[in-house]
C-alpha cells in the first residue's frame, strides 16, 4: 500500500489504495514523475477532477502543467491529496484551516537560508501564504520550481504534526 510509506496518523485507512500489480513489469518510474492524468488521479483518490481543480486553485497542490495546459501527477501529488483529504474528513478542517498551518511552516527550518535571505524573503516576514504562492520569494528560490521544494514535499506531513502537536497542548 502507498501510504503505508507515510505517517499512518495522516493517511488513514479510509484514504489508501492499493496499487494492482501489472502483468508485465513496468518502467520504474520516480515517485516525483509526472505520470497521471486528471481524471486517473481523481479516480485513484476518490475526488472529481473539480475537486483536484479547486486544491490547485487554493494553493494545496501543484500540478505538473504541459505547454497547453494539461495536468499531469505524481505518485507524490496521490499521497499529498489523500493526506489532504485526510486532514478534511478526519481531522475536521477545512480548506482555510489547511492554508493558514501551511503558511505557518517554518519554510527556513526545512530548507536552511541565511539570516540576510530571511529578513529579505516574505514567506519568512509575514506567514499569512504558503511561500510557494508568493512572487517576490528569496533569491534561493527564484530560479526553483517550487515542486522540486522540500518545503512543498514535506507540507501535508508538516500540517499534520503541527495539528496533532496542537491537539494535544489543548488535552492536558
Same mark, same amino acid.
Given at each position: 500500500m502507498l501510504c503505508v510509506l507515510f505517517d499512518a496518523n495522516i493517511c488513514s485507512s479510509k484514504?489508501?489504495?492499493e496499487m494492482k500489480q501489472p502483468k508485465t513489469p513496468p518502467k520504474v518510474a520516480n515517485f516525483e514523475d509526472p505520470i497521471l492524468s486528471i481524471g486517473v488521479m481523481a479516480e485513484k483518490v476518490g475526488v472529481s477532477p473539480e475537486?483536484?481543480?479547486?486544491? =490547485? &486553485?487554493?494553493?494545496?497542490?501543484?500540478p505538473k502543467k504541459s505547454a497547453k495546459g494539461t495536468r499531469s501527477y505524481s505518485l507524490h501529488d496521490?499521497?499529498?491529496v489523500l493526506?489532504?483529504?485526510?486532514?478534511?474528513? =478526519? &481531522?475536521?478542517?477545512?480548506?482555510a484551516g489547511i492554508k493558514h498551518l501551511l503558511a505557518l511552516i517554518p519554510c527556513w527550518d526545512i530548507k536552511p537560508c541565511s539570516e540576510n535571505e530571511r529578513q529579505n524573503c516574505p514567506a519568512y516576514l509575514n506567514n499569512i501564504q504558503v511561500c510557494w504562492e508568493l512572487e517576490n520569494t528569496g533569491?534561493?528560490?527564484?530560479?526553483f520550481?517550487?515542486?522540486d521544494c522540500e518545503v512543498y514535499k514535506q507540507a501535508c506531513d508538516e500540517v499534520g504534526d503541527m495539528k496533532s502537536k496542537y491537539l494535544m497542548t489543548v488535552k492536558k
Open positions: 484514504y489508501r489504495f475537486t483536484l481543480r479547486l486544491y =490547485e &486553485r487554493e494553493g494545496l497542490l501543484l496521490v499521497v499529498r493526506c489532504i483529504r485526510s486532514l478534511i474528513h =478526519e &481531522r475536521k478542517m477545512n480548506i533569491t534561493d528560490c527564484k530560479n520550481d517550487c515542486r
